[in-house]
Nanobody, 118 residues
């Protein structure tokens, strides 16, 4: 059974770059068919899709965020990462990584809280 675990700083100052890592166990991120995805949930709001990377290192991003993000993979560590540059307080959210395939997310990390504040 695949498991995902997010890691990263809990607190980031405005204008800095936030870097999150998702470590995958019980399955390989080099498996075709799946999309390795980042999603976030701001306080009091619904889930917001951020973007994904697949086994061809092809990426797709939310139009509202694509100028600030660049998802990548480290296959030797079975991880994928999300750097989010020039953060503002509006980027405060719980960030989740997920494995997406067949039109749905079948595995989720537990989420990591990120607060952007000076």
């Amino acid at each position: 059974q695949v498991q995902l675990q997010e890691s990263g700083p809990g607190l980031v100052k405005p204008s800095q770059t936030l870097s999150l890592t998702c470590t995958v166990s019980g399955g390989s991120i080099t498996t075709n068919y799946f999309y390795w995805t980042w999603v976030r949930q701001p306080p009091g709001k619904g889930l917001e899709w951020i973007g994904y990377i697949n086994n061809s290192d092809s990426t797709t991003y939310s139009p509202s965020l694509k100028s600030h993000i660049s998802i990548s993979r480290d296959t030797s560590k079975n991880q994928f990462t999300l750097p989010l540059s020039s953060v503002t307080p509006e980027d405060t959210a719980v960030y989740y990584c997920a494995r997406w395939g067949g039109g749905k997310a079948d595995s989720w990390g537990q989420g990591t809280q990120v607060t952007v504040s000076s």
